[in-house]
């Protein structure tokens, strides 16, 4: 898969209609078919739809500027700030090898769409909490986006949520299942919920 570009279909449609309007503007204009004031109107309607499109274009482009991209692993990861990963290619196709005993399709998961991985110091833990616990990450649910804490920048990798998230997602779309007490359950049985090398 692609790394993610910066234009997408949105753009196509915005553009259209930037251009569309730019040039009946300027059509218009120059037969003497409109008067100037309704001409006013429709140059300053396109260059807000052209000033709104580049704006929006910035601003995915800066957001894309955060992620490191691991085509190998189809992976954008967001570290801010976050050096416990050294390895990411290594460690995550450990984690893939061992979720691959129990879902043989688990590499799979990984081949269709892009995992967006956010790392995030000190997660927001009075908004996000389950079970009346303090959580270390968690996916959107039905998605490949996880969000994953960590406390000080070198905190070792096994000693956060990063694995664990990926297991939520490998096992929710291998078992189209996304009960997160039954996840959990699961992890346990198996000794998944948290995976460090050599173990």
Known sequence: MR??????????????????????????????????????????????????????????????????????????????????????????????????????????????????????KEINESVFVWNNKIIKGFVIQKTKAAYVDFDTIYDKVEDTAFAHELGHIIHGFSTLQWNTEEHHKFFAEHGLGRIVIGE
């Open 3 to 120: 790394k993610p570009n910066i234009f997408v279909f949105y753009d196509i449609l915005l553009g259209f209609c930037t251009f569309l309007t730019t040039g009946l503007t300027i059509y218009l204009l120059s037969c003497g078919i409109i008067q100037f004031n309704i001409i006013g109107m429709m140059s300053l309607i396109s260059l807000l739809f052209i000033v709104f499109w580049a704006s929006s274009l910035y601003g995915r482009y800066k957001l894309l500027k955060t992620f490191t991209w691991y085509p190998e692993l189809n992976m954008m990861i967001q570290f801010n700030g976050y050096k416990g990963l050294t390895d990411p290619k290594g460690y995550v196709n450990y984690v893939l090898d061992r979720w691959s005993q129990y879902h043989e399709k688990a590499r799979d998961v990984f081949k269709n769409d892009i995992i967006w991985v956010f790392f995030q």
